[in-house]
């Protein structure tokens, strides 16, 4: 012991000393000057002696005013200089993986070192730390990991749970697992940061822990609804109706097509004396909804484009952010207005995208200033809402949606749907307008729309599926799971939780008493969807191994296959061509990887991807995920170290569909109902997604045989949706049909015959 606390001492004298000399240096002194300029500074004092003095805080402050890149950074520096830097750990933990990358690189800069010294920062399957970093960024799932495995989080002093206002699913469980841990670990000091007011729930949360609020320093941003953008814009919306379809409910749809009238921006319609003339008050929350008053083949897109024209052309200097609902919107819209002859004039505009999947380079672009008389434009999703700052926005155009995952627990249906979202976040995305001078905040929607916003997005715990957390929860050993959630701020509904755990049984991974099997735990060690585990294990076991990291590698990055409006057929037969006779978009993938590994060996990979409709991009994530996964799974003694060349998918095609079948089962579809696939061996598909977008659709799916389904797929129980299908184009769509339960069990029943016999 005694040893130890000598190296640890003489340690943090180093440390002590190096950040002196960094706070004398000139480079150091401006830096100091930058963040005491932040509104987080003036609380300095306050916090540190909030924090030495209680075990829990809760800290309130808004975006931008140096809660997540200062207050860690606070008590590094106050235990470095106090000669005890080597003997404190601090952990912050991010949302998303981007911004535990983006401010742990921040931090760093912030104290003159690279990334990885005394600052690092760990995401899944991506880290930079080293024996000196006493101060980490990692998301919120990293910390849950750690704790499956070291429970009492040995080690560790300081633990920050940051943007706890979002209610993300893993923060929400962290906060279940931290408040049983605390007794446990007095000397641990947990401190909640949040960027809304609502600190007194989890101020209660925690038995009434302290809070303290941040004044910040916005200035004002005035609002302007879609009344006035359409008079501002000079648009009219063409036509407008009310659709009855059920009887029950008055739908809500705009007309979509803006005309143009006389001049080019000039366009007439009638949404403005329907808003005038219509009772919109009286609609309930979900006619509301439907009200499409944004997306991307309606007035939305040509709306933004006026309202970016209008600032370009009438609007004082600075920077414009568009918050827009996803990837596909924003891609589509780049393209239109790369078209337009002022926005797309890259001398005058400077567009930009920001979201989830962007490349580190392109998300330092963001935080740049553009040439003077170059506008600077950013579309991006509600990433920008929140955990990233881009300083010099004095324009902000809201949408007034996001795309949100809901959970169907009736139907075991997760939803993923562009929907209104909250008072809250409609004023934080205004105040991101705010930060340099008075800004401006072009909301895409009426403002009685707005007044019927709920005031807070409800807490993601309650509206996912609950397979891979309830995994979790049992390899944390802490007794019944049910019992352990009901624990949270907001506790899932019941049947929720049980859909789960009726899953985790089906595929294998809990007994009939609700305890971890051995499949359950290395399924709980991976850090991948408990199905897309299991087919890498079945990969590992059948020999089958390289093409099924392919297919993981991919359902867990994204489809590398790109799909432009504009050339969907062009795309369709591309992607064809690499499925052909197989009716699996999972072979498709490992063959369209594989050829791009032998492109690149020739050297023509960029052709390969351009002629082929795939994104290099995404190749390369699956391709540096396939060595991470590959990586994990050698260290769990699942595979050798000679796993590959004898592993590829040509010679094993049917032991390929058999495991991604064993994977995906009880995703199970019947063929019957489409003719296209009635004459082929293959009766059934598997899939790994049903997701409702406007009707049910399943997605990346593979036909497979009777048999293969009677000996890979589980036992189909309680839940088990089965259903047939009605069209095969990249989504099918999907029906529910009990009979085909009937018919599995028969066949079932048969096997059992023959192998009796
Ligand atoms: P909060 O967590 O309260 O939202 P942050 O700590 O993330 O605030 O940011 C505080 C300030 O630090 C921001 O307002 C911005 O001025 C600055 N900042 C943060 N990240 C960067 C970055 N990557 N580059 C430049 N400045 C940054
Ligand atoms: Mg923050």
């Known amino acids: 012991g005694s040893v130890m606390e000598k190296v640890l001492q003489r340690r943090s004298l180093r440390l002590r000393n190096m950040q002196r000399s960094w706070q004398e240096s000139p480079e150091g002194r401006k830096m100091l000057e930058f963040r005491k300029s932040l509104p987080a500074f003036?609380?300095?004092?306050?916090?540190?002696?909030?924090?030495?003095k209680n075990q829990v805080i809760v800290i309130s402050g808004e975006t931008g005013c140096g809660k997540t890149t200062q207050l860690p950074q606070y008590i590094l520096e106050s235990e470095i200089e106090s000669g005890r830097g080597a003997f404190c750990n601090i952990i912050c933990t991010q949302p998303r993986r981007i911004s535990a990358m983006a401010v742990a690189e921040r931090v760093s800069a912030e104290r003159g070192e690279p990334l990885g010294e005394t600052v690092g920062y760990k995401v899944r399957l991506e880290g930079m730390k080293g024996k000196n970093t006493h101060l980490l960024f990692c998301t919120s799932g990293i910390l849950l990991r750690r704790l499956l495995s070291d429970r009492n989080l040995n080690g560790v002093t300081h633990v920050f749970v940051d943007e706890i206002h979002e209610r993300g699913m893993n923060e929400d469980f962290l906060l279940i697992v931290l408040n049983d841990l605390l007794p446990r670990r007095r000397d641990l000091r947990l401190i909640l940061m949040s960027a809304t007011l609502n600190a007194e729930l989890f101020s209660s949360y925690f038995g009434g822990a302290p809070m303290i609020h941040i004044p910040g320093f916005t200035y004002p941003v005035r609002a302007h609804f879609l009344e006035d953008v359409l008079e501002m814009t000079g648009y009219k919306l063409t036509s407008f109706n009310q659709i009855d379809d059920y009887g029950q409910e008055k739908v809500w749809k705009t007309q979509k097509q803006l005309v143009p009238r006389k001049k080019k921006n000039q366009i007439t319609t009638l949404v403005e004396d329907a808003l005038k003339n219509s009772s919109f008050e009286n609609y309930s929350p979900r006619a509301r909804d439907s009200l499409s008053c944004w997306s991307p083949d309606s007035i939305g897109f040509n709306l933004i484009e006026a309202v970016l024209c209008h600032i370009c052309r009438k609007e004082r200097a600075g920077a414009v952010l568009v918050f827009m609902t996803g990837w596909e919107d924003i891609s589509c819209l780049r393209e239109q207005l790369k078209a337009h002859p002022l926005l797309g004039d890259p001398n005058r505009v400077l567009l930009l995208t920001c979201h989830g999947s962007m490349a580190t380079s392109e998300q330092r672009l963001i935080f740049e200033r553009p040439p003077p008389n170059v506008r600077k434009i950013v579309l991006a999703t509600n990433m920008a809402e929140a955990s990233i700052t881009i300083n010099d926005v004095v324009f902000v155009v809201d949408c007034g949606k996001a795309k949100e995952t809901t959970y169907d627990a009736l139907n075991n249906t997760p939803c993923l749907l562009p929907s209104w979202i909250s008072?809250?976040?409609?004023?934080?995305?205004?105040?991101?307008?705010?930060?340099?001078?008075?800004?401006?905040c072009y909301h895409l929607y009426p403002s009685c729309v707005y007044e019927a916003f709920p005031d807070y997005q409800l807490p993601e715990l309650l509206r996912t599926p609950l397979n891979s957390l309830c995994l979790q929860i049992k390899s944390l050993q802490i007794g019944s799971i049910a019992e352990f959630l009901s624990a949270a701020l907001q506790p899932p509904e019941p049947l929720a939780v049980q859909n789960a755990i009726d899953?985790?049984?089906?595929?294998?991974?809990?007994?009939?008493?609700?305890?971890?099997?051995?499949?359950?735990?290395?399924?709980?060690?991976?850090?991948?969807?408990?199905?897309?585990?299991?087919?890498?294990?079945?990969?590992?076991?059948?020999?089958?191994?390289?093409?099924?990291?392919?297919?993981?590698a991919g359902l867990s990055v994204k489809d590398p296959f790109l799909l432009p409006q504009d050339k969907k057929d062009l795309a369709g037969i591309a992607k064809a061509r690499f499925s052909a006779k197989d009716y699996s978009d999972h072979m498709a993938l490992v063959r369209a990887y594989e050829g791009w590994k032998d492109a690149e060996r020739e050297g023509s990979a960029y052709e390969y991807c351009w002629r082929n409709f795939l994104s290099a991009q995404t190749l390369q994530a699956i391709h540096s995920i396939r060595k991470q996964f590959s990586f994990i799974l050698k260290d769990a003694g699942l595979i050798d170290d000679d796993v590959g060349s004898n592993n590829k998918l040509s010679p094993n095609q049917s032991l390929v569909r058999a495991v991604i079948c064993s994977g995906l089962f009880p995703g199970i579809a019947s063929n019957s109902v489409n003719a296209r696939y009635q004459t082929i061996p293959y009766p059934w598909l598997v899939f790994g997604e049903k997701v409702k977008v406007n009707t049910v659709f399943i997605r990346d799916s593979t036909a497979v045989s009777d048999s293969i389904l009677i000996l890979f797929g589980g036992a189909l129980g309680r839940g088990a949706q089965p259903g047939h299908l009605v069209m095969l184009d990249g989504y099918v769509e999907f029906f529910m049909d009990t009979n085909l339960a009937e018919c599995y069990c028969k066949l079932k029943e048969e096997l059992d015959k023959l192998l009796q016999r």
């Open 503 to 552: 899953f985790l049984k089906r595929i294998g991974a809990l007994d009939e008493n609700e305890h971890l099997t051995n499949l359950g735990k290395y399924l709980a060690m991976l850090p991948v969807d408990p199905k897309l585990g299991k087919m890498l294990i079945m990969g590992a076991i059948f020999r089958c191994f390289d093409p099924v990291l392919t297919i993981v």
């Open 423 to 440: 008072k809250a976040s409609a004023r934080q995305r205004r105040g991101r307008a705010g930060r340099v001078q008075p800004g401006e």
């Open 42 to 52: 003036s609380e300095k004092e306050r916090l540190l002696q909030a924090i030495a």
